[in-house]
């Protein structure tokens, strides 16, 4: 065998060995990828199916509020236009009041998709709408807490004159009832677009 011979051999062999190795390597790479890309859908999956669950309870629990809230601003409208004492016995007569029935937001999906950074698996225009739905019902619980804190203390109740509690509430209720439909409105948009994006 001639020495020229056996050098295209060695060569051929060790060519040989660099493909099947840049294969190894590729597919182990395509593998890992696509095991990573998997994961991925399977948490933006999981995180529209909570979105969409999530945000339908809140629509849920705005909407069984929103006929008592517009019916409250009135008897509190009607009370406080009245010629009558603003005393605590026409308050009850007057205004059919059973607490304010505050909306409690659960956020729960939105705290794991953070957590497990499921957002940034999402279509950017959905996910964008869903942070905007959030935000809203973020700031919208704020302002509902922060009137709860202020209004209903010791000294709101001191007197039998229920004229300035009356008032404040009736500001109150103004901005309840302009926010709660607008934040529905999103809701409604939203959640039949987060339900079309799972597969």
Known sequence: ????????????????????????????????NWHEQSE??????SALRNFAGEMETNRQAMLHNRQYHESLARDLQKFLQSDELPSEERFYQDVHFQGLQPVTFEHTAWDLALATQALSYIKPELAFQISKVYTQQG?????????????????????????????????????VNIEEPIIVQHYEKVIPEVRAALP
């Open 1 to 32: 065998m001639s020495p020229g011979h056996g050098e295209g051999k060695s060569f051929l062999n060790l060519l040989f060995e660099v493909v099947f190795i840049a294969a190894g390597v590729f597919l182990a790479l395509w593998a890992n």
């Open 40 to 45: 991925h859908r399977a948490l933006a999956t």
């Open 139 to 175: 700031a919208f619980q704020t302002l509902e807490s922060n009137f709860l804190a202020s209004a209903f203390t010791p000294a709101g109740f001191a007197s039998e004159n229920r004229a300035g509690l009356a008032k404040a509430m009736s500001v109150y209720m103004t901005d």
